[in-house]
């Protein structure tokens, strides 16, 4: 019997009409003779909202009693979709993250899962019950005192729970639901002509998902890609081939050099000036960050003096890096206090910017791709503020204002709207 994991992503259960529609689709597959296992998010934009009535009674409020809050929100999803299942005669039994095994580190609010034990799930499948699982949480045992702490996983960490679980149940598929067709060559709601993937590398969605393309979450298909878990990406609201992420690249991520582009918002950048240029100034920084289990996104380093540093340059550096908004004061609290404790040093943060990205496998090939893409830029009378790079992917930061604009000019300039997307088998695929 085929198991498969379904995950609904929060736009698709955003409403009762909406959860009764996605049971339906569990309800098909079932009825197809399948065990599946489903995945909720919160409704909506009730993580939001609960992040804003947190604030109304705390200025900071305590990481733990966040995790506490907004695991609620996914509890609701989950309740209401065994109950829409339950009304259709398709027996349900939904189950929090402790209850369906997920167990975490102790990182609140950025919690990575350390392991599931699937027994319940594989319970429930032998009862011919399909278990409902909260995604987006997990618990943590304390062993202060040895007692279990909800706690959840960040921004997309559903989508983590969903190919953990196909990950568990061993020989499982993953499909995820959502309010887009699949992956496309860009944000097909920024740009009008971008085209729908039959299919994409783990590879290439990976950079693009860490670049800010928002179908799939990045720590998910990093997940999928080491358990060997392949991905689906279909739309909730209606029927469709969807986007298959999995090992291996299909003809397009070869022969072009651009297969998708992105961006990214909410940006904050740090600037660190004035720092002695010694040794070990990066760890006395970083290290910190990571403590505290926050992403860094581009770094750059550069010297700020002519001073006589030897091999190294000058006697001083600045180092400039990323990170999303809503951990810029938290970071800038960190660094603060090492540029205190080193002597030496200012720190400056903006906002106001956002990324955009091209990521190709293809562009390890093929020359002349950063300037097509500066070009296209220039012409779009958009200013580059930084530029990083890896093998597969060019980002450029720019003005939030331009990002929108800046990602139609450097789709348009790769002709990823015109270009032909080929299928496995080799022909033309339907959206092509």
Do not use: W
């Not at 065990?35 to 409704?43: E, G, I, K, T």
Request: with cysteine; aromatic share 2%.
């Amino acid at each position: 019997m085929t198991t498969v994991v379904q995950k609904f992503g929060g736009s698709s259960v955003a409403d009762p009409a909406r959860i009764k529609h996605c049971a339906t689709r569990v309800a098909e597959a079932v009825r197809a003779g399948k065990r599946v296992a489903v995945v909720v998010s919160a409704m909506g934009d009730t993580t939001d909202h609960l992040i804003e009535l947190a604030g109304q009674v705390a200025s900071a409020p305590d990481r733990r009693e966040m995790d506490q809050l907004l695991a609620t929100g996914e509890q609701v999803s989950m309740a209401l979709m065994a109950m829409a299942l339950q009304g259709m005669g398709i027996p349900a039994v939904s189950l929090t993250g402790g209850q369906c095994g997920i167990r975490t580190d102790g990182a609140h609010s950025r919690a990575r899962i350390a392991g599931i034990d699937p027994r319940r799930v594989v319970h429930e499948f032998q009862r011919t019950r399909v278990p409902v699982v909260a995604g987006f949480q997990g618990v943590y045992n304390n062993p202060s005192g040895g007692f279990d702490d909800v706690t959840t996983l960040g921004r997309g960490g559903s989508d983590t729970t969903a190919v953990a679980l196909a990950a568990a149940l061993g020989d499982a598929e993953c499909e995820i639901y959502t309010d887009v067709d699949g992956v496309y060559t860009a944000d097909p709601r920024i740009v009008e002509d971008a085209r729908l993937l039959e299919q994409i590398s783990y590879e290439g969605m990976m950079e693009a998902a860490s670049q800010g393309a928002k179908v799939m979450h990045l720590r998910a298909v990093e997940l999928g890609r080491k358990s060997g878990v392949a991905i689906r990406v279909l739309h909730a609201m209606r029927h469709g081939p969807g986007t298959l992420i999995c090992d291996g690249r299909d003809s397009m991520e070869t022969q072009q050099a651009v297969t998708t582009v992105a961006l990214k918002t909410d940006i904050g950048r740090v600037t660190i000036a004035g720092l002695p240029n010694r040794p070990g100034i990066q760890r006395d920084i970083f290290e910190k960050i990571a403590a505290a289990a926050i992403s860094v996104d581009d770094i750059i380093q550069a010297d700020t003096d002519g001073g006589s540093g030897g091999a190294a340059g000058g006697s001083t550096c600045g180092i400039v890096f990323t990170v999303d908004k809503t951990d810029l004061a938290e970071v800038r609290d960190l660094v603060e206090s090492v540029v205190a404790t080193i002597g030496q040093g200012t720190v400056h943060e903006d906002l106001g910017l956002a990324k955009v990205s091209a990521v190709g496998v293809g562009m390890q090939s093929q020359p002349g791709v950063a300037a097509r893409m500066f070009q296209a830029l220039a012409e779009a009378g958009i200013r580059i503020a930084n530029i990083t790079t890896s093998e597969i992917k060019i980002s450029c930061l720019v003005d939030e204002a331009d990002g929108k604009a800046g990602l139609r000019a450097v789709h348009a300039a790769f002709n990823l709207g015109t270009a032909v997307v080929p299928s496995r088998s080799g022909t033309v695929g339907a959206n092509a």
